[in-house]
């Protein structure tokens, strides 16, 4: 007698987006954490200072198209800001929660202190005003967290006054959102949430349960921020 086995459940997609100046293969550490815990991770790479934000976003949108089961996104810095201009441009996409590390949501101190010359505008290419000037707030139906460095070692601290907690590039209260689902900060620099053990965690918790893990609870009720 023959029993048939039960269907095996598909691996969730996530699409991982790197951050300025960087490309999609400093996202590998992170993208094998997720497919051990079970995650099927895709990196998406792009062009963060020749390319048009609008560009990028067509290039997710036809990443998307014809998915059954939405996906998840994990954005570093500049990835994760872009991830949720997209979504909030194009609410129908099918992307369930979206976890952003170290990203300036409300615009970037840093980004602005260079854009006050052409030299910095230059390095800034086409992600110039999406990094100044951040979202207003979240409103799409994708539930978004964000990890937060806090460990205040970086070269953007080089360039303005950052007021702590910081990565040393991005400010802990560039990275809060009216909206998002839940906050959490991990002891590590804006660089080294890509290979924080910690933030890996998080990211996973949060892209299962739509939550971080707290010291006081392990599932804490969604709150705007």
Same mark, same amino acid.
């Given at each position: !007698? ?52 609008? +560009? ?16 998840? %996104? ?13 979504? &909030?441009?194009?609410? #129908? ?23 006050? +010359?052409?030299?910095?505008?230059? !390095? ?8 100044? #000037?951040?979202? &207003? ?9 964000? %990890? ?13 006054? !950052? ?34 053990? #910690? &933030?890996?965690?998080?990211? %996973?918790? $949060?892209?299962?349960?739509?939550? $971080? ?11 705007? !921020?």
């Amino acid at each position: !007698m023959h029993h048939s086995l039960p269907p095996t459940r598909p691996r969730q997609r996530v699409i991982l987006l790197h951050g300025l100046w960087l490309r999609a293969f400093t996202l590998s550490r992170l993208a094998e954490r997720l497919r051990v815990a079970g995650f099927a991770p895709e990196l998406l790479d792009y062009g963060t200072v020749r390319d048009e934000p609008d +560009n990028t976003i067509a290039v997710l949108r036809q990443r998307l198209a014809g998915q059954a089961v939405p996906a998840g %996104i994990v954005g570093h810095s500049l990835g994760g800001l872009l991830s949720l201009h997209a979504l &909030a441009r194009h609410p #129908e996409l099918p992307v369930s929660r979206v976890v952003c590390l170290g990203s300036p949501l409300r615009g970037s101190r840093a980004a602005r202190a260079l854009a006050r +010359n052409r030299p910095g505008r230059w !390095m800034l290419g086409h992600s110039r005003r999406l990094l100044c #000037e951040g979202l &207003a707030e979240w409103r799409g139906p994708a539930e978004a967290g964000v %990890i937060a460095g806090c460990l205040p070692v970086g070269l953007g601290f080089t360039l303005a006054r !950052m007021p702590h907690p910081h990565d040393g590039t991005v400010c802990a209260e560039e990275t809060r959102l009216p909206g998002l689902a839940d906050h959490v900060e991990v002891r590590t620099t804006h660089t080294g949430l890509l290979f924080s053990a #910690e &933030a890996a965690d998080q990211a %996973i918790h $949060f892209l299962r349960h739509g939550c $971080f893990r707290h010291p006081d609870t392990t599932t804490p009720p969604r709150q705007a !921020m």
